[in-house]
């Protein structure tokens, strides 16, 4: 079991810049690491995957505006939010698997981290 922390989240405006990060405090045998999102009365969905050779691949929704990054050592991944929108709002996730694969699903992870809030106002 890998226990994952996760920082960074807030309130901005819209057109603001957040930047939230997660670590795996226990990190044996993790492969792909990602970050979800869950609006209220929402389904959870997938916002970016990084492999271990930090390929990365985005949902369509943030293509351009959001960037993961992942430093292999410091066992941590980095998502910078640029250009954020009120849609944008939701409690974000990190999620860790160990096949190297990533998936884009929720039911591909079995670590999840406790959350972070991101609001974004208009």
């Known amino acids: 079991q890998v226990r994952l922390e996760e920082s960074g989240g807030g309130s901005v405006q819209a057109g603001g810049s957040l930047a939230l990060s997660c670590i795996a405090v226990?990190?044996?045998?993790?492969?792909?690491m990602a970050w979800f999102r869950q609006a209220p009365g929402k389904e959870r969905e997938v916002v970016a995957t990084?492999?271990?050779?930090?390929?990365?691949t985005y949902a369509d929704s943030v293509k351009g505006r959001f960037t993961l990054s992942r430093d292999i050592a410091k066992k941590t991944t980095l998502l910078q939010m640029n250009s954020l929108k009120p849609e944008d709002t939701a409690m974000y996730y990190c999620a860790a698997r160990n096949p190297l694969v990533c998936s884009s699903t929720e039911s591909g992870y079995d670590n999840w981290g406790q959350g972070t809030q991101v609001t974004v106002s208009s």
């Open positions: 990084i492999g271990v050779d930090a390929k990365s």
């Open positions: 226990t990190y044996r045998g993790v492969g792909c």
